[in-house]
């Protein structure tokens, strides 16, 4: 069952289109990278999933209901921009009025808990205005966990934080998704920090989905590589070309997709009295995927 199903969703503002015909699966208990360019329509289908816009065309299934099931609704976290707080009001005073009008029992001790769970109990006291950027994405994060939702819509949740916010972050969401099996939709610029955790991705441009997979999937399709850097790249080029098949340029250095280790190309470039000055054995990760994916955008690639 799909936690979020979407089936030609259409939106436009003013004639021009932002989500165009887009069929969405998220799995029930995954945690699903949804990422694109600027602009390229990750905000707007969140906010039609989340009914803060309505679609031109489409249909939007939740669990297998209708989006507007008030069920359903009921079982769904948002943090879509940044987080609607008092100014004025402290943490504590900001979850709890949200606790109170989400009609949660025990709003205390649920404030309690999603303060703990975003790591704030100490900042309970402090007035919102007067949180950093980091504080108040994790205080956007501890609301969209009131009344522990199944699913949870991220909108750039990490966006601003430090290392250690992050951290914090990404921690929160594996142990929700892990401990807990709540489903999580998240968009994300951050794509090195999204890889951490993301089960699926889907990648949007201009308003089209143009991947929707499983990580493996995408593993399967990043390939491993030997990157060496030499005293004589060009030279060495030609020398491993007598050997292996699949040679790149990049980096100041050369990759080599071949099925090898390092130790036998760097045995292999000694023997031929080239020096080596740098080798690993690395793997195409998903900012590479993304960026060849968007750049040969339409085609089938088979090897990315
Ligand atoms: N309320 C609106 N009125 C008019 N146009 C809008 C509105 N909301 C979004 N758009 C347009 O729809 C397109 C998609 O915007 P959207 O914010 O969904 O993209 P995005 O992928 O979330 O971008 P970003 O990564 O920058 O947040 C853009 O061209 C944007 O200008």
């Known amino acids: 069952m799909y ?150 819509v991220l909108d750039e949740p990490i966006n601003g934080l430090d290392a250690d916010g992050m951290r914090i972050v990404r921690e929160t969401l594996v142990n929700l998704n892990s401990q807990e099996g709540v489903t999580i939709f998240i968009s994300s610029h951050i794509l090195g920090e999204l890889s951490k955790i993301a089960t699926h991705y889907g990648i949007l441009k201009d308003g089209k989905l143009i991947r929707e997979m499983p990580e493996s999937a995408m593993s399967d399709e990043c390939r491993d590589f030997v990157f060496v850097k030499t005293n004589d790249n060009p030279r060495a080029r030609l020398v491993l070309s007598t050997k292996y098949r699949e040679i790149e340029d990049k980096d100041d250095g050369l990759r080599i997709y071949d099925e090898t280790e390092s130790a036998n190309v760097a045995g292999f470039l000694f023997e031929n009295g080239i020096a ?5 054995f690395n793997r195409v990760g998903l900012e590479e995927y993304y960026v060849r994916v968007m750049s040969r955008q339409g085609e089938e690639a088979s090897h990315v």
């Not at 089936?7 to 945690?31: M, N, Q, T, W, Y």
């Not at 080596?276 to 690993?280: L, T, Y």
Request: glycine share 10%.
């Open 276 to 280: 080596v000055g740098e080798i690993s």
């Open 3 to 152: 936690a979020i199903e979407t089936e030609k969703l259409s939106k436009s503002f003013r004639g021009i289109s932002a989500v165009d015909d887009l069929d969405l699966h998220v799995p029930e208990g995954s945690i699903y990278g949804f990422i694109g360019e600027n602009g390229s329509g990750k905000s707007t289908t969140q906010k039609l999933i989340c009914g803060l816009l309505v679609p031109n065309a489409g249909d939007i299934r939740l669990c297998g209901k209708h989006y507007t099931d008030s069920e359903i609704r009921s079982r769904m976290g948002v943090l879509i921009e940044s987080p609607g707080c008092f100014p004025n009001s402290t943490v504590w005073q900001n979850l709890m009025m949200q606790a109170l009008n989400l009609g949660i029992e025990n709003p205390k001790d649920e404030v309690v808990r999603v303060l703990k769970v975003v790591s704030m109990t100490g900042a309970s006291a402090r007035k919102f205005k007067e949180c950093s950027l980091g504080m108040k994405q994790r205080l956007g994060v501890a609301q969209a966990l009131l009344g522990r939702p199944r699913l949870l």
